[in-house]
């Protein structure tokens, strides 16, 4: 019997569309907590700040970086000129290079990822609350703002 991997995307949606936000979720290879480490988180925040300001590929209004996996809230940008696919493929590239490089972890991520279309009916505020919300519902803390790889940041919206 020949095994096939799920389709996780839609096949005829537009993943370039600048005007899309999308909710996405990266897991870690066997959802290993490798983002315990605050060097590797560090590694992690650099590559999110230089995909969101300094080469604007990407509007980022929402992240959470827990210890086995990422949420973003992001939107493309209209200079990016590609797809959702290729934005998290290169994200994901650059940042498991510098990974294993430092820490010597291969694979860093799994294969796939996760992602969510937000539909123009869709409160982004619930969906915002609920990637920022992650380490309250996992007890690493009482308050989301006192988590340091949370942010919310609608200035590019």
């Known amino acids: 019997m020949l095994l096939t991997r799920k389709q ?3 096949n005829h949606f537009d993943y370039s569309d600048p005007s899309s936000v ?6 870690t290879n ?9 060097d590797i988180v560090s590694s992690i925040l650099s590559e999110i700040d230089f995909r969101a300001n300094a080469s604007r590929e990407v509007a980022i ?10 949420h973003f809230l992001l939107k ?3 200079t990016y000129g590609k797809t959702l696919q290729n934005w998290v493929a290169a994200f994901k590239r650059y940042t498991a290079g510098d990974i294993n490089e430092e820490f010597r972890i291969k694979p860093l991520w799994q294969k796939n990822f996760y992602e969510h279309i937000v539909r123009k009916d ?12 992650n380490p309250v519902r996992k007890g690493l803390v009482g308050d989301w703002r006192k988590y340091p790889y949370s942010k919310i940041d609608f200035t590019d919206f």
């Open 8 to 10: 996780l995307h839609l």
């Open 22 to 27: 999308f909710f996405i979720t990266i897991c």
């Open 30 to 38: 066997n959802k290993k907590p490798y983002f315990r480490n605050p």
């Open 61 to 70: 209004f929402a992240y959470c970086i827990m210890p086995d996996h990422l």
């Open 76 to 78: 493309l940008r209209e």
């Open 122 to 133: 869709e409160s982004l505020e619930k969906i915002t609350e609920y990637i920022v919300n």
